[in-house]
Each structure stands twice: as structure tokens, then as C-alpha cells.
């Protein structure tokens, strides 16, 4: 039995990345109201193997025709990923918490969030069941509207959650807490405005001893996600979080990230650190002074850095590209946005072309691999101009990451998609599996440009193995299916270079050619013939 029950929900989608969904926020939350005195748990959903295959939810049902098929690709079947809502509502009810609070992060998985507050009210209909996070944040109103939520805490939890279970213990004015809704007795809604941590070097380091941390090990050691930052000072019209948003830009100082690291380090090995920072190296100085320290913390036994998120390519001098080669990062995970000047306007980003090859040449200088990022399927977005994209990455020593566009309540995009009424007909559609926008650039268009992303990235790494690229040939109707995943990809791509067409192999060997638009592969096909593919 605890007060405070604080739980991340199962998530139901095409594919999952564990190593993404440390609950580093509740975490924290959790840290702030202990601090307070209150007994406080997690139950993490997502902390185990555990997934199972259900039926396509029925708002999800034109997805078929894309992913139809038990191909190659990890978008062949809709899993149900964590603990069943069975076991989460043994959990619910054993705790007896006189509060749940229950995180809703993306828009997308608020169906999963909400059924475990229906769970929860079920279960302990005396305790009060609150949800926080970017979703009800932006759309308290939509979420309010169900009644097994109580109230929403809008904003940053760790100030607000600990004030909320003081005011239920005393019977004090709910109207006192920074960042609440709930119902007046009239019905009406009672709406703060979001709260913001100002101080972020007065929170309490997250209480990571809650969270299952052999679950998210990777090779014997742990992995954690850090956030040295919130926010972020630019101001990207797909982004809900930047600098016209409520969460405005804030850094902790260098010396209270890596205090957090050797807090959390104390008789554990850490063998892989992830900054989910939106903009790590926005600010030089302080980033060298991060970089220093995490060097002297673990000395010659440095766990890999990465900043999954994406690095602002202007941001990478080659004193900073040198200072995380030498504290552990491998990899540069690089945010370009599009190669089209027209685009980046619409994005409103800046043209970082320039600097995106300034840093992949500092890159290669110090044997470190890089991924680009480019986003496609936005609204308006041009998919000839997404394919050039694609080609501007192929003539370079990078990998390619297609991130399908999806509206991210309280962007200037998900305004612009709602004026046009575009946006999909339900929450769930919302994540970029779903191909949420059909506009100027289709559906089709968005799935063909997300696997020829796959197919480039695949000759890259025969070029990056010395290797000749498959003769070409047309497309067969069988592959033995015993054959190693390597070599189907290789009959595949031979009968791709030669005639355009994507295909799929089903467990049987039968193959078939997937929906994709055959106008963006024969561009796509033209534009490798012109000029040499450069490796990974």
C-alpha cells in the first residue's frame, strides 16, 4: 500500500523502442512528492518483453491496405506492447493509493492512458485519478470530458502533484494548485494554466530506484535518459514544445546534470546515457562543461552518449564534435528538417544545409556515424520535393531517418491541418504509423517515401561493405523463404533497380508488391542512377 501510485501505460502500435520509454518524468514526480513525505510507487507497463498481437482498432482500419501483409517490416502486424490491463488493474488495486496518477504522454496512446483511468476508478473509486502529461496539457477539455478522470495536471508535475495530495489530505482549495482542472459543481471546467519549473536545479534527482532498471539494461549495464534542458528557444511549426509554446526554454547547470549521473551511477554500471534534450548543443560553453565533467566522472569506462532527439547541425563546431567523440558518443543523430529551402520556410527552420555537411564532415574525421533526419507527409509538403530529400542523403555518408509528419497538439501545424480539416478522424491516428495526413502529399505517398527511406539505407550498407550492388532483375513471384533475411533484401532490391516496384515477401516466400506510388519510386530510381550512393 502507498499514497501515490504513478503509472505509465501499455502502448498500442505497429512497433515499440524500449530503450524511448524510461519514465524519467514520473520518475521525478515521484522524487518531488517523496521529498514531501508521501509513500510513492511506479508501475511501469511498458518494463517488460511482454507484447501480443490484437486486431486493427477500427479508426486504424484504412492502414490495411499499407500494412496488410507479414512481411520483412516491423510494421506488419498492431501489437499491444507492456502488461495486460488485467495484471495493471491487480496492480491498481493493490496499491489502494488515494491518488493515481497516470501519464499521458502522446496524443496518440491517450486511448491506453484512459483506460487505465477507467481501470483505476474501478478499482479504487474513493482515490482521485489524475492524468498529466503533453495530451491533457493541450487538450484538457477532450479529456476532462470523460468521467473516470477526475482532474488533469497541466504542465510540469513536479511541483504541482506533490500540492494536489497535500490538498486532498487537508481539504483545501483544489483551485490553489498550480497547473489543475477539475469540474466546479455546476460542471463547468476550472482551467490553469500549465505549470513551469523554474528552478529545474532545485528538483529532486528522479527516483530511479522505482523504476525497474534491469528492464531497460542494455549488454549487463544500465541505460537512463537525462534531460538536462527543457524546452526549446526555436520555434518550428511542428513542434508543440518550443518557443512559442508554454514550456519555455530552461537549462539546469552542467554541474546538477552530472551530479544527477553520479547519483544514479552509485553501485550501478551505466553503460548507455540518452539526453532527450530538444537542442543539447545549443549552448557551446555549457555543453563543453557537461562534456568535461561526464569525462572525469567515469574516466577510461565511458558510457555511450547519444541525443536521440536530434542535434541542431549549426550547433556543431568541430571543438564540440571532438569534446563527444571523447566523452562517448558514436553516433550524431542530426535534424535536417528537408533540403528544400521552400519547405524548411514552411517549417520554419532555418536552412541548415551548409552545416549539416560541416558536421558530417566532422564526423567522418572522427569516426563517429551519423543518421539525418528529414520529415515528410506534412501539410502542404511536396513529395517530389521529400523525394529530392531522400537523394540529397543518398550523395552524402549518412543514414537516412524518414519521420512521417504527425499533428502534435498545440503546434502551429496541428492549427494549420485543423483550418483545413485534415486532421484524422480520431486520437489514436495521431502517431506517424497511422499516415495521419492525406493532403498534398497522400498516404500512399508518405508509406512510399518511408520505405524507399528503408531501401536506401540497405544499399548503403552493401556500399559501406565494400560491396557491389545486385545485378538487376525482374521481379520473381517465389523467394525460398529459408534464405537469410540479407539475401531476400538482395533479390528484392535487384528486382527494385530494375523495374521500381516494392515488394514485400510473405512467410511463405510468395511475393507481392506493396501500395506505394509508383511516380516517387521511378524519380526516386532516376535520381540514384545520376550520381554515385555514398555508404553509411
Known sequence: ?????????????????AKRTIPYGLASIAASASRKGYSVSIFDSLATGKSRIRQMPEDLAYLASYYRREDQSPFALFRHYGYSFEHIRRQIKDSNAFLVGISSMFTAYSDTALSVAQIAKECLPESTVVLGGHHPTALPKEVMSEPFVDMILRGEGELSLPKLAAALKSGSSLAEVPGIVFRNPDGSLFISEPTVVDELDKVPFPAFSLIRRSFYQRFGKDSISITASRGCPMACSYCATGKNSWMKFRKRSAESVIDEIRFFKKRRQVGFINFEDENLTIDQKWFLELMKGIQHLFFDNLPELRAMNGLFPPTLSETVVRAMKATGFKTLNLSLGS????QLARFNRPDVRDAFD????????????????????????????????????????????VSVFYPAPGSADYKRCRDLGILPNSFSAMRATALPIDHRTSRTDSVTLLRLGRILNFIKSIVS???????HEPGRELIDPNLPRQQKGLQLLASFLNDGVIRGIEPDGTVYRQRTSTRLCRQFLEGLRKEPIAGE
Do not use: N, W
Open 465 to 471: 561493405a565494400g560491396q557491389s550492388l545486385p545485378f
Open 1 to 17: 500500500m502507498v499514497d501515490i501510485l504513478l503509472v505509465q501505460p501499455p502502448i498500442e502500435d505497429f512497433y515499440l523502442t
Open 339 to 342: 533540403a528544400d529551402s521552400k
Open 358 to 401: 560541416r558536421a558530417l564532415e566532422l564526423a567522418r574525421k572522427k569516426s563517429l556515424s551519423a543518421v539525418g533526419y528529414i520529415i515528410v507527409g506534412a501539410p502542404g509538403q511536396d513529395p517530389v520535393s521529400s523525394v529530392e530529400d531522400l537523394l540529397f542523403l543518398a550523395r552524402r555518408h549518412v543514414l537516412c531517418g
